[in-house]
């Protein structure tokens, strides 16, 4: 399974490729949101964790992107360290959360 990691802090991005490659995924990362488009244009992923905070092109953007290109669409997990974090996955129609910070098992 290929799981597409958009984060602007390397580190966050590093540890959860390292815990998911751990268990068997394939793990693909990009600093901000159209970074990420790029990597789904050669790698299309079967789930997306996504912060919203980010330079370049931020969660809200990404989202609306992405989800204006053609199907099939993977299901996007946010991470977000903001306090409405169910309202924020509600808004962009995400099929789930994690809020920062989270636990591996939680990730897992």
Same mark, same amino acid.
């Given at each position: 399974?290929?799981? $597409?990691?958009? &984060?602007?802090? !390397?580190?966050?991005?590093?540890?959860?490729?390292? #815990? $998911?490659?751990? &268990?068997?995924? !394939?793990?693909?990362?990009?600093?901000?949101?159209? #970074?990420a488009l790029e990597v789904i244009a050669k790698s299309p992923p079967h789930v997306i964790l996504l912060d919203m905070r980010m330079p370049v092109m931020d969660g809200w953007e990404?989202?609306?992107?992405?989800?204006?290109?053609?199907?099939?669409?993977?299901?996007?997990?946010?991470?977000?360290?903001?306090?409405?974090?169910?309202?924020?996955?509600?808004?962009?129609?995400?099929?789930?959360?994690?809020?920062?910070?989270?636990?591996?098992?939680?990730?897992?």
């Amino acid at each position: 399974m290929r799981v $597409l990691v958009v &984060d602007d802090d !390397e580190a966050i991005r590093g540890f959860i490729a390292m #815990a $998911l490659s751990d &268990d068997g995924f !394939e793990v693909f990362g990009a600093p901000h949101g159209q #970074a990420a488009l790029e990597v789904i244009a050669k790698s299309p992923p079967h789930v997306i964790l996504l912060d919203m905070r980010m330079p370049v092109m931020d969660g809200w953007e990404f989202a609306r992107v992405y989800r204006s290109l053609p199907g099939p669409h993977a299901p996007i997990v946010i991470l977000t360290a903001s306090r409405d974090a169910r309202e924020v996955a509600t808004h962009i129609n995400a099929s789930g959360f994690l809020a920062k910070p989270f636990d591996l098992n939680q990730l897992l």
